[in-house]
């Protein structure tokens, strides 16, 4: 880990976060998560056949994220001040586990 990018977005915009990783494929799963919760808001896992977003722990990503199938980077689309906050990615291969951390912020 080289260290957290920052990224500003005003509210409505988008904003992308890019994992660096150019063909999914060599790697078992990837997996994103918001501040310190457990449950990944984005995930792909090629073995369990696994691609899905979710709305968050109460909801705020509801509609409001793209996870791109090629890379697994995450987009949210029509930001709000209440997904600023730290994200992390984590992806597994049967080799290593890269994580990078990303810190959004939101603002009007």
Known sequence: DTGAKSLSVKVGDSVTLYNDVSE????DAIRWRFEQHESPVAE????A??????????GR????????????SLTIIKTET???GRYEV????SKHTIHKTFNVTVSG
Do not use: V
């Not at 792909?44 to 073995?47: E, H, L, Q, S, V």
């Not at 056949?49 to 109460?58: A, E, L, Q, V």
């Open 90 to 93: 984590e992806i597994s291969s």
């Open 24 to 27: 999914i494929q060599k790697y």
């Open 49 to 58: 056949g696994i691609f899905n977003t979710s709305d968050g722990p109460d």
């Open 61 to 72: 990503f509801r509609d409001r994220l793209q996870l791109d199938q090629q890379t697994g």
């Open 82 to 84: 209440n997904h600023s």
């Open 44 to 47: 792909i896992n090629r073995a």
